[in-house]
């Protein structure tokens, strides 16, 4: 996997973002030499198995999720065969409240406050039902945010976390809520660099679901909803949460 080619996914930001892309390397590896770890630990708490393949769906949707992930949400997930539909009834069901509280969260995060003005115009284009322009601006956030947080999200950052991690999974330990989100957010991020982050030809087809590269640089042609502004909040929400992450093992 060649660290360089992660500068294109973020183009738009200026700062070379070769540490943050160390991480994700990191992430990838870790998988693979755990492989056979983890297969068994699954044999063992059969709830982790479902965890698992939920995740999996929702990231194949491009949806990293930095809620809990319960045991019977993801057992919905798994068994679905339209996880938008689940999806989109978690954030905007009940009056948008889980919904809410996300953007709440953002907002709240000291890596967002620098773009404070930048967010709340997006969060108010967003409630006026221009999600494209929405996602545009929360694309361009992220790249600053993403900037920002660069130099100091470094695999090293992670190296006891995920060492624990691989301990619980070694001795066959449940993982906590904790763990379970520190997971499916290192291991989410990384799996969607292509589809959401990766470049493409202008003169080919146009990527299914959103594509960084397509909305910044003006070349979409398609319709944005609600949903497409939810996929780029929750990757703001991820980096922010692996940011804090870092600042607490530090």
Request: hydrophobic share 40%; glycine share 2%.
């Amino acid at each position: 996997m060649d660290l360089t080619n992660y500068d294109k996914w973020f183009d738009g930001a200026k700062t070379i973002l070769i540490k943050f892309a160390e991480v994700l390397v990191a992430a990838h590896n870790w998988y693979e030499r755990n492989a056979e770890k983890i297969a068994k630990y699954l044999l063992v708490f059969a709830d982790f198995a479902v965890w698992c393949s939920a995740t999996d769906k929702l990231t194949k949707n491009q949806i990293v999720f930095t809620d809990d992930l319960s045991i019977e949400f993801a057992e919905k997930i798994s068994k679905s065969e339209n996880v938008q539909e689940l999806v989109e009834e978690y954030y905007f069901d009940n009056d948008e409240q889980n919904m809410r509280m996300l953007m709440d969260r953002c907002e709240a995060y000291k890596e967002t406050v620098p773009y404070k003005e930048l967010y709340m115009q997006t969060l108010d284009a967003y409630r006026r039902a221009q999600y494209h322009l929405a996602c545009i601006g929360m694309f361009s956030l992220l790249d600053g945010v993403l900037a920002d947080v660069s130099h100091m999200i470094t695999a090293t950052n992670f190296k006891s976390r995920i060492q624990t991690i691989e301990s619980k999974i070694s001795d066959k330990i449940e993982l906590n809520e904790i763990d379970r989100k520190t997971l499916c957010i290192y291991t989410s991020i990384e799996q969607m660099k292509d589809s959401v982050f990766g470049d493409s030809r202008f003169t080919d087809v146009e990527p299914e679901g959103i594509n960084r590269h397509w909305i910044i640089h003006g070349r979409t042609r398609k319709v944005y909803l609600k949903y497409d502004f939810l996929k780029v909040l929750l990757c703001l929400d991820a980096i922010c949460y692996m940011s804090h992450l870092a600042d607490t093992i530090n």
